[in-house]
């Protein structure tokens, strides 16, 4: 698994996926409501993060009119996962680190 790989989150793209995990299949209003809980962050910043994770095919988007909902395209033990190998590999260079 390389440096590149697809399934390592930045953080505020994490937030945004704990959002959508959490409420299953919520509206955009939804997901940044339940960031600003934790962070004051821009309404059009959650939304450039979601259009950024539906491209990415982490999150899908659902034209339920009159407003789009996203649902999770990828579990959260997947990106655990990934990012547990990301740091097995990148930090202890793919060494056994638990014994």
Request: net charge positive.
């Amino acid at each position: 698994m390389g440096k590149g790989d697809r399934r390592l989150l930045r953080d505020l793209e994490l937030e945004v996926m704990n959002e959508i995990w959490r409420l299953k299949k919520p509206p955009l209003k939804g997901v940044h409501t339940g960031i600003l809980r934790h962070r004051k962050v821009a309404y059009t910043t959650i939304a450039t993060v979601v259009e950024r994770l539906v491209k990415k095919g982490f999150i899908r988007r659902h034209d339920d009119q009159p407003l789009y909902h996203y649902s999770a395209a990828i579990s959260a033990r997947e990106v655990a996962s990934a990012f547990v190998s990301h740091i097995k590999n990148n930090i202890y260079e793919g060494r056994k680190f638990l014994s």
